[in-house]
């Protein structure tokens, strides 16, 4: 009872002190922004965050002002004053942040679980030498050395799913973490030491949306501990690899070699991680790739049992890719890189479901967009869902016809893995993840939606909210 009472007293203290920031606070310049800033407190955070779980997401909460206000409009969500835009020029001003013009604006939460060394908190020419130190081992050539693990673990997985009832976004979350913790650590798939990564990592996750109360109970506080776990496991790890007991060609061992402490003789301090840096950057990896690559692979199964021909057409790639095989052989590295109209369905699917439905930057420098002055220090907001919903670019946009892809697009009209400096640096591992999996499950199996639900869950990430059950059969 105590501890709730103080929980109650410590959030009227907070909205009090928002309130009162807010009253002080607004930007006198935003004035000649269309928009409005809802209602006092808590602005139109409510519309918002009741919009990310409507079929269409995000974008029912855009469209509705865009219709009202135009391509740029202002509001106040979840604590900030945000100016919201949208289109490919907007796309190339504010994604390119050419001299340094913008930089990336995590809320408050999602900058404490990081850590302040993570990729997504650095910027300029610190994000420039951090992206580089740990480019490497998500190249194509690093990759390769991951190929087979991945496709055994396909198929592995998709032993299992003969004849059952299977919840693709359930399924595709362990695939991806399996990859990625054996990618970055060489976690063995089953085992202790898997089940307790994975248990940090679920708290981690579902902390990141959460609101910043670092008070016992919280998701936030859970989220803090469980990264506390997590970096111990890391430090135990780490000093494992350290004095030679446990060396692995993994991404952890590769910068542990490169910029660690050992190996780093005669370095220049810019070509060596810290520790710290090493801890922060590998959770960001993890949160990064995890939670899109999964979302990833559920809408695209969702898609394909939608759509018939796209799913005939793949199938048929595939299949033909099998048939020139010996038999009894298994996918090789260079079938899954010549895979073209694979590539035009992960495409699709990342256009038709936006996964990362709208990018928050922060002015670092007065600038203007769509003839409005943005001042600097504002918070401006990318919907990449309109920008892949364009009408004048995607004819039909609700349609899912991996087709549009036949031939290159404008620039910045498709935003799959973003674009300039800040592109996804995972964007090759995210698609061998992705096409290995599509390979054994339409090679395999049928499948029939168990509920019609075009819902998603109220996260960041876009995933469908019922985590898409399926029935399967063998084809």
Not at 21 to 40: C, H, Q, T, Y
Request: charged share 25%; aromatic share 10%.
């Amino acid at each position: 009872m105590e501890l709730t009472i103080a929980v109650v007293v410590g959030l009227i203290l907070v909205l009090l002190a928002v309130a009162f920031l807010r009253a002080n606070a607004f930007p006198k310049e935003m004035d000649v922004i269309p928009g409005s800033l809802g209602w006092p407190v808590i602005g139109e955070s409510f519309s918002f965050i009741s919009e990310f779980s409507s079929p269409s997401g995000i974008f029912s909460f855009m469209n509705k002002r865009q219709q009202r206000y135009g391509k740029v409009f202002k509001s106040y969500v979840l604590g900030r004053y945000m100016v919201f835009t949208t289109g490919r020029e907007a796309s190339k001003v504010l994604l390119t942040g050419k001299d340094g013009m913008v930089s990336l604006n995590l809320f408050t939460t999602g900058q404490k679980v990081l850590g302040p060394n993570s990729l997504l908190q650095q910027n300029g020419e610190d994000h420039k030498r951090l992206r580089r130190l740990i480019a490497e081992p998500l190249s194509i050539d690093g990759l390769k050395k991951y190929f087979q693990f991945i496709n055994d673990l396909a198929i592995e997985m998709f032993d299992q799913w003969d004849g059952q009832k299977v919840l693709v976004l359930e399924e595709a979350s362990t695939f991806t973490l399996k990859v990625i913790g054996n990618m970055i650590m060489s976690l063995e798939p089953e085992g202790e030491e898997q089940e307790k990564f994975r248990d940090y990592f679920k708290i981690i996750s579902s902390s990141f949306a959460s609101l910043p109360f670092n008070i016992p109970g919280t998701a936030f506080y859970r989220g803090m501990k469980a990264r506390d776990g997590m970096f111990e496991m890391l430090d135990t790890i780490i000093a494992r690899r350290r004095n030679g007991s446990d060396m692995k060609q993994d991404f952890l061992g590769s910068l542990i070699k490169k910029h660690g402490k050992e190996g780093s003789e005669g370095k220049d301090d810019d070509e060596k991680l810290t520790d710290a840096q090493m801890k922060d950057n590998i959770l960001t990896l993890l949160i990064a790739g995890h939670d899109t690559t999964t979302a990833a692979l559920t809408w695209l199964v969702k898609f394909l049992g939608e759509n018939h021909a796209a799913l005939d057409q793949l199938r048929e790639e595939h299949m033909e890719i099998r048939s020139k095989r010996k038999s009894g052989s298994n996918l090789t590295w260079s079938e899954v890189n010549n895979m073209p109209y694979t590539a035009k369905v992960v495409s699709e699917t990342l256009r038709r479901a936006t996964i990362l439905p709208w990018y928050s930057r922060k002015a670092a420098m007065d600038f203007e967009i769509d003839g409005y002055r943005i001042k600097k220090g504002w918070s401006v907001n990318l919907d990449v869902v309109s920008i892949h919903h364009d009408p004048q670019v995607f004819a039909d946009p609700h349609k899912f016809d991996p087709s549009r892809f036949d031939d290159p697009l404008r620039s910045f009209s498709f935003l799959g893995f973003g674009n300039g400096p800040r592109m996804c640096p995972g964007m090759n591992l995210a698609k061998l993840e992705i096409s290995i999996f599509i390979h054994h499950l339409v090679c395999r199996y049928k499948w029939k939606p168990l509920e019609k639900d075009d819902s998603v869950q109220p996260t960041l990430v876009r995933m469908p909210k019922n985590k898409y059950p399926i029935i399967v059969e063998s084809l």
